[in-house]
């Protein structure tokens, strides 16, 4: 579904990402982990088209296309789904009409009709249970006045109601509590199937603990050092992240 070779992205001539090989295939989920600053948010951003950053080398390929020569819009409309770290407020727009007009442009992408209001309500309320969202935070603007747990349990309400092929979690558990962290890992869980993939950024292995990964990375300097089972998780929460970088730097 999605092989990264190479990849190399600098923001203003900085060298982030310095060669990062990476494949995911569907079916499966994948964790990066990694020190703060290792660049693992600048991997989902150069992956989801964020302008800030400029890729100087590699190539992305994403459902057999090149996935960096698309805009960004048309890598959500392909399947790609970011949840960002910080999720933003967007005052004035409900979230109906934000997740019509989404799913309205992932439609005419495909060379689909609008969906009908009736349809629209059908999925919105089946998508709410899924992830037990309140339904006065549906009739609210987007993520205005929402708690950290309320914004990350409504981003992975969007995800559900686009259902992506990809979808990347940055970093969802910063700031969640247990009970927002179980429910957020569960609305995860129950999204996975055999046809699509999921990328798990985050630097604690606590959230593994819920949605449990088929492969754990490293991420260090720009660069993927380590690649394992879920072991090298638990592993990480035992010993840190200081004998990789000890590893690595001896190197
Ligand atoms: P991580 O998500 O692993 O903590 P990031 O991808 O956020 O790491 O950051 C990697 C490096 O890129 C850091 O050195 C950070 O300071 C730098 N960086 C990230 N965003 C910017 C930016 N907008 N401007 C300048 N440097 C940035
Ligand atoms: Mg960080
Ligand atoms: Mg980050």
Redesign the pocket.
């Known amino acids: 579904m999605l092989t990264i070779k190479n990849l190399h992205a600098n ?2 001539g ?1 060298e ?1 990402l310095r060669g990062i090989n990476l494949q995911v295939n569907e079916g499966e989920v994948h964790a990066i982990m ?1 020190p ?8 989902s951003a150069v992956l989801t088209g964020n302008p ?1 950053f400029t890729v100087t080398e590699g190539e992305v390929i994403f459902n057999g296309k090149n996935l960096l020569e698309m805009a960004p819009e048309d890598r959500s409309r392909e399947g790609i789904f970011l949840s960002f770290q910080y999720p933003v407020e967007i005052p004035g727009v409900s979230m109906t009409n934000f997740m019509r007009a989404a799913i309205n442009e992932h439609r005419k992408y495909k060379g689909m009709d609008p969906i009908s209001a009736s349809d629209f309500l059908k999925l919105m309320r089946e998508k709410k249970e899924f992830v037990e969202l309140d339904s006065k935070l549906a009739n609210r603007s987007v993520n205005e006045g929402f708690s950290g747990g309320e914004k990350k349990r409504n981003e992975i309400f969007q995800m559900a109601m686009l259902d992506p092929k990809l979808s990347i979690l940055d970093e969802t558990d910063s700031g969640l509590d247990i009970d927002a962290l179980r429910i957020v890992a569960s609305g995860v869980n129950k999204l996975k199937t055999d046809h699509n993939a999921c990328i798990v950024i985050t630097h604690y292995q606590r959230l593994l603990d819920y949605i449990k990964p088929d492969i754990v990375h490293v ?1 260090y300097k720009g660069q993927i050092v380590k690649t394992a089972g879920p072991e090298l998780a638990l592993e990480l929460e035992d010993r840190g992240y200081d004998w990789i970088k000890q590893e690595i730097d001896a190197q």
């Open positions: 923001i203003n900085k982030i990694g703060n600053g290792s660049g693992k948010s600048t991997l800030l991420l």
